[in-house]
């Protein structure tokens, strides 16, 4: 959820809750992880978030600021039913485009950003075989969603 506060216009400010399953081409973006059996998945995490619009808020280009905690658990195929859990913080400035195709209130965006995260709590060890937790995180994604 974002809100614009008030007596801004280029500004929009919020918090989110997430999970999500990393694709195998993510995990191997690492090469210390690459085609080495492991699942990972941030099963929660909780973020704040800025974004500071060129045009008017919420709409067309923007640069962004998110910082929050993200709750793992990895697994690895050559050791099954084991799994691990590590929770870390995370860093991300970001670029995008918001668009609103349709008269309905209904917007697309696209994103990217470069994260900077650390391990602060848990375990990346599964039974001798280590996860390695790169500090630097390149990350896409698209968002779709409606205005109140």
């Known amino acids: 959820m974002r809100i614009r506060p008030a007596g801004s216009l280029h500004l929009l400010v919020g918090a989110g809750a997430y999970a ?18 492991w699942d990972v998945r941030i099963a929660d995490a909780w973020s704040l978030f800025g974004e500071y619009y060129f045009d008017e808020a919420g709409r067309k280009w923007f640069a962004g600021l998110q910082a929050g905690i993200q709750n793992f658990r990895i697994r690895n195929e050559g050791l099954p ?25 209904v917007y697309i965006k696209p994103w990217v950003g470069i994260g900077y995260t650390a391990k602060v709590s848990g375990n990346n060890r599964i039974e001798g075989a280590e996860y390695n937790i790169s500090p630097i995180l390149p990350f896409a994604t698209l968002h779709m969603g409606y205005v109140f």
């Open 81 to 105: 039913g084991a799994e691990s859990r590590y929770r870390n913080l995370i860093l991300m400035p970001s670029v995008g485009y918001s668009w609103s195709p349709f008269r309905i209130p």
């Open 20 to 37: 999500l399953g990393f694709p195998d081409l993510m995990v191997g973006l690492d090469p210390k992880n690459k085609d080495k059996g």
